[in-house]
């Protein structure tokens, strides 16, 4: 059976990547992935045949992949974090099916809600969403109503694809959808490169968050109702009674 690995590598940094995934890239021939993830990784593992795709062209890539794994090379494919969240996994284990000598395994990473997290000190202790704010795939009806609906039930929320040239007022707009149902204090967390040259991360209100322009390498969080900021860390108590 030929072997293509779906790799999540982490946020960035090869420290951050699991002993798993490394491993892993040790033992394939060949690593897919777009030009930016593999530039990141390139050289830690330079005995490796690199093929890059640029962004947006997902389903050519995983057809890359599985085609280098049908010719009988142990293959990988990267995905920045974890490659089932808004990753690759899925797509490829769809077009896996019309490629049925290829034996597909999926291999974790940490994806960048943990990451971010570590950084800004611990608000994910207690129940969280995590949503896109990408209307590439989703209408943003459907995203609207999932804002609405995780702010009503007082999760902590984790926005991914916050904004990008394209859609430079989407976090204002998601801000907007919150601010119905949150307070204007509402405590938010922003973190920015993780494991990357120019890493940062910033505490802020939500009122403070609908003014702020992030970028496409930017993950936010929205406290819950019992998020505070301890010492310049965000934490979300977990409940337990002191
Ligand atoms: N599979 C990835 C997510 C891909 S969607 C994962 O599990 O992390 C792309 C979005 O992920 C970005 O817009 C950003 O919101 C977030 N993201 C991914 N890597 C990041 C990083 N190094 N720093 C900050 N945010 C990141």
Redesign the pocket.
């Known amino acids: 059976m030929n072997k293509l690995y779906v790799v999540?590598m982490g946020?960035?940094a090869y420290e951050e990547m699991t002993i798993r995934a490394v491993k892993t890239l040790e033992k394939c021939q060949v690593i897919v992935g777009y030009t930016l993830y593999v530039e990141l990784i390139r050289e830690h593992f330079p005995d490796k045949e690199f093929f890059t795709t640029p962004m947006r062209q997902e389903v050519e890539r995983c057809r890359l992949a599985l085609e280098t794994a049908q010719g009988g090379r142990t293959s990988a494919m990267i995905?920045?974090?974890?490659?089932?969240?808004?990753?690759m996994s899925g797509v490829l284990l769809e077009l896996g099916r019309e490629y049925p000598q290829v034996e597909i395994e999926v291999v974790p990473?940490?994806?960048?809600?943990v990451?971010?997290a570590a950084c800004l000190g611990a608000p994910l202790m207690h129940d969280f969403a995590v949503i896109?704010l990408?209307d590439l795939m989703t209408p943003w009806e459907l995203i609207e109503r999932r804002l609405r609906s995780a702010a009503e039930a007082d999760f902590v929320i984790c926005?991914?694809?916050?904004s990008?040239r394209k859609r430079a007022d989407y976090l204002k707009r998601a801000s907007d959808v919150l601010l119905q149902i949150r307070k204007s204090v509402n405590l938010c967390g922003i973190?920015?490169?993780?494991?990357?040259e120019n890493?940062g991360s910033r505490i802020c209100t939500l009122e403070e968050l609908r003014e702020t322009q992030t970028d496409?390498?930017?993950?936010?969080f929205i406290g819950n109702s019992s998020t505070k900021e301890m010492n310049g860390r965000l934490v979300t108590p977990r409940g337990y009674v002191w």
Do not use: E, H, Q, W
Request: net charge positive; aromatic share 8%.
């Open positions: 999540g946020p960035g995905c920045s974090g974890d490659a089932g969240v808004y990753g990473g940490v994806t960048a809600a990451s971010g896109s990408s926005l991914y694809n916050p990008s973190v920015k490169n993780i494991g990357r890493a496409m390498f930017t993950t936010v």
